[in-house]
């Protein structure tokens, strides 16, 4: 079964400063896609951004891109010019026919 | 608006009381699937749904039934709730192609006393 790794429980960074969330998984599969999760204290769940393994270009959605390393099995998260409504759980996510999560990283933006 | 929409949002029982938590969506998706989270161990998958009348066990479907009578809908049932399955419970729903991710319901805090 496709295992998630979030090896970064909690995480905290200054505004408008970069960090950057990491994500490993396991899988024999060739074809699948990554997503990543945000969780504000509202506690909904909100697609951050998305990446297909067969895609080498790395996905972008505004201060937010990913680093795809596909031979690693590694799927980071960066975060540019933090805001405090940053300030959320991320969680890493793998999908081929059904969605498995990490346990995700607990980020505090700072002010 | 497009949404995935559960029921109740908060939800006290008490062990052995069957209950059922609802889920509807509008988007006419194929897949859906129910998660519970814990702190520590992220989303789990309970049940999942490929289509009417599909469904089949995730990681942790033990205590747990579901149906899919209809596309829209996907109830989660807990026959006999036991205090092992407090937890904030999400349903969740996907067209068939998977690149559009899951669109998740608003979750539903569930303390079983």
């Known amino acids: 079964a496709q295992t998630v790794t979030q090896s970064q429980p909690e995480m905290s960074v200054q505004e408008a400063e970069t960090v950057t969330l990491s994500c490993t998984y396991d899988t024999s599969e060739n074809n699948y896609y990554l997503f990543w999760y945000k969780q504000p204290p509202s506690r909904q769940m909100i697609l951050v951004i998305r990446q297909e393994a067969y895609k080498q270009q790395n996905a972008t959605e505004n201060r937010f891109s990913v680093n795809f390393q596909k031979a690693a099995k590694s799927f980071s998260l960066k975060i540019s010019d933090s805001q405090l409504g940053d300030t959320a759980m991320y969680f890493c996510a793998f999908m081929d026919n059904d969605m498995r999560f990490g346990a995700g990283t607990r980020l505090t933006v700072k002010p | 608006e497009a949404q995935v929409t559960q029921n109740p949002r908060y939800l006290i029982t008490v062990t052995g009381k069957k209950l059922t938590v609802t889920c509807s969506q509008n988007?006419?998706?194929?897949?859906m699937s129910w998660y519970r989270q814990d702190p520590g161990l992220g989303l789990r998958q309970i049940y999942y749904?490929?289509?009417?009348?599909?469904?089949d066990k995730g990681d942790v479907p033990e205590g747990y039934k579901v149906s899919r009578k209809e596309k829209r809908n996907f109830p989660l049932i807990l026959e006999s709730p036991s205090p092992n399955q407090t937890s904030l419970y999400f349903c969740?729903?996907?067209?068939?192609?998977?690149?559009?991710?899951?669109?998740f319901g608003s979750g539903t805090r569930l303390t079983v006393v």
């Open positions: 988007m006419n998706h194929e897949y």
């Open positions: 749904s490929m289509n009417v009348e599909v469904t």
């Open positions: 969740a729903s996907s067209p068939r192609n998977p690149l559009y991710g899951y669109t």
